[in-house]
């Protein structure tokens, strides 16, 4: 069976000592899984002590939230993936749409930082792509998507390993979650997308996740009928307890 994920994105909630305890619970609350591969994404703050925690939990991983695309220099309050690699992180989060909206991160810088993240680090970027509601609206939605990948991969010409993640703008933190169906066409036209970009082997082993909204009474949905091999959650993933039953319902597939 392949391999299924459950992103937690803390983004800048819980402190060290909160995210270690969050993450010691989750661990013992789930059941030893080969089928799914948690990634917990804490703030680089508790980077250290999640990946203590987590240790020898194989189907556990630590993620970070992001990076810089430079190994080391002059870049005050960056962060290097080479750093974050010796530190035992294995996946990075790249290109969320906070960060383009509110640090201003365009698809150059990006590109940038996926490079840096397979190419100097040997890390696995979670790619994130997705439109904003107005850009829904007015159907854009492929255009923009395109945009992104493309950008995001110029000048790559194989993937290792690399997750992409939907994650439309409208429906992160709203409530309102995609409708599997729509998901389901979504992550076809990215698989599509991939398989014409690099080949048909690249795009069946990439996993597509998606994100936005998801939580515990639309995630088996979700994963039974969207088409998706993972989630990626944000606030449903702050609590031990209801990331478990995450965790369960993806199993349960
Ligand atoms: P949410 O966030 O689950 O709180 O909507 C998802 C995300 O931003 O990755």
Redesign the pocket.
């Given at each position: 069976m392949k391999k299924k994920f459950l992103?937690a994105?803390w983004?800048m909630n819980l402190n060290p000592r909160q995210s270690q305890a969050v993450a010691a619970s989750y661990v013992k609350r789930i059941q030893s899984s080969s089928s799914v591969t948690t990634i917990l994404c804490p703030s680089f703050t508790s980077l250290q002590g999640v990946i203590a925690t987590v240790n020898r939990t194989s189907h556990v991983s630590v993620g970070s939230q992001d990076c810089f695309w430079k190994s080391s220099g002059s870049y005050t309050g960056e962060e290097s993936p080479l750093v974050l690699s010796a530190l035992g992180v294995r996946f990075v989060?790249v290109g969320?749409?906070?960060r383009r909206i509110h640090l201003g991160e365009s698809d150059a810088v990006v590109r940038l930082k996926v490079q840096s993240i397979m190419q100097d680090a040997k890390l696995v970027p979670i790619l994130?792509i997705g439109e904003n509601g107005t850009q829904k609206k007015s159907g854009k939605t492929f255009s923009i998507l395109t945009n992104q990948l493309k950008t995001a991969f110029d000048g790559i010409q194989t993937i290792k390993q690399c997750l992409v993640?939907y994650?439309p703008i409208w429906?992160?933190?709203?409530g309102n979650?995609i409708v599997p169906a729509d998901s389901k066409k979504i992550s076809t036209w990215i698989r599509e997308y991939l398989r014409g970009r690099f080949n048909s082997r690249i795009a069946s082993v990439t996993p597509i996740l998606y994100?936005?909204?998801?939580?515990v009474t639309n995630a088996h949905s979700i994963i039974t009928e969207g088409g998706v091999d993972g989630l990626?959650?944000?606030?449903?993933?702050l609590d031990a307890k209801q990331l478990a039953m995450l965790h369960d319902a993806i199993k349960s597939r």
């Open positions: 992103i994105n983004k989060i969320h749409s906070e994130c993640a994650e429906a992160i933190g709203s979650p994100g936005g909204s998801v939580d990626l959650v944000g606030s449903a993933s």
